[in-house]
Every structure is written in C-alpha cells, then in structure tokens.
C-alpha cells in the first residue's frame, strides 16, 4: 500500500524558518508531479508550490521568494523549505503526488499543522 507520510511541521517565531519533509511510503512505478498544499481555519485549501520531475517548479503568489520546494528522486522525497514565516502562514501543509503504482492516481498525505506565532 502506497501512503505520502510528511514530517516537519511545527511552531516557530514570525520570521523562522521551518522545513517540511515529505516520503513516499511503498512501491511505485513512476512518481509524476508533487506538490504541497495548505489550509488555514476557515479557508479553502490552496496550491504552495509543485516541481514536475523535471524540476521545473511554480509557487502560489504568496510565497514571494520565501520558500523553496525540492525533491530527492533518488529518496521518492519533497520538500519544502520555508523561510521568513509570517503568522499568516499558518496552517495545516499537505503533501500530494502524482503516482504511478499503477494505475496513475492522485495521493494525499495527512497533513503536518505549521504554527507561526510569537
């Protein structure tokens, strides 16, 4: 069974830095897409960042130059670095994937809660 298991989430001070760590778990064939997601209380979930695998990467408009999404092919692993945290920021980080167990499918992972707060 295939999961996405994330690791690093956290509270730090406004300004911080904080890095989310994010594992495939299982056997796959091909590994499309990845991508991390947040959702803040009573808000809508929204796209972070993604990197293809060819590493080309996108950012929501929010990020403005502060995070920086990366992945490890040879560890099926993405993460994320977050600098310069805001109180705003706050929020539950989910991993997502593009995978290839087979079939082709779209997998989550549980989610790691990001405080940001002095």
């Known amino acids: 069974q295939v999961h996405l298991v994330e690791s690093g989430g956290g509270g730090v001070q406004p300004g911080g830095p904080l890095r989310l760590s994010c594992a495939v778990s299982?056997?796959?064939?091909?590994?499309?897409?990845m991508r991390w997601y947040r959702q803040g209380a009573r808000e809508e979930r929204e796209l972070v960042a993604s990197i293809t695998p060819q590493s080309v990467t996108t950012y929501g408009v929010f990020v403005k130059g502060r995070f920086t999404i990366s992945r490890d092919k040879a560890k099926n692993t993405v993460d994320l670095q977050m600098n310069g945290l805001k109180p705003e920021d706050t929020a539950v980080y989910y991993c997502?994937?593009?995978?290839?167990?087979?079939?082709?499918?779209?997998?989550w992972g549980q989610g790691t809660q990001v405080t940001v707060s002095s």
């Open positions: 997502n994937a593009d995978l290839f167990v087979p079939p082709w499918d779209d997998y």
């Open positions: 299982g056997s796959v064939v091909r590994i499309g897409d």
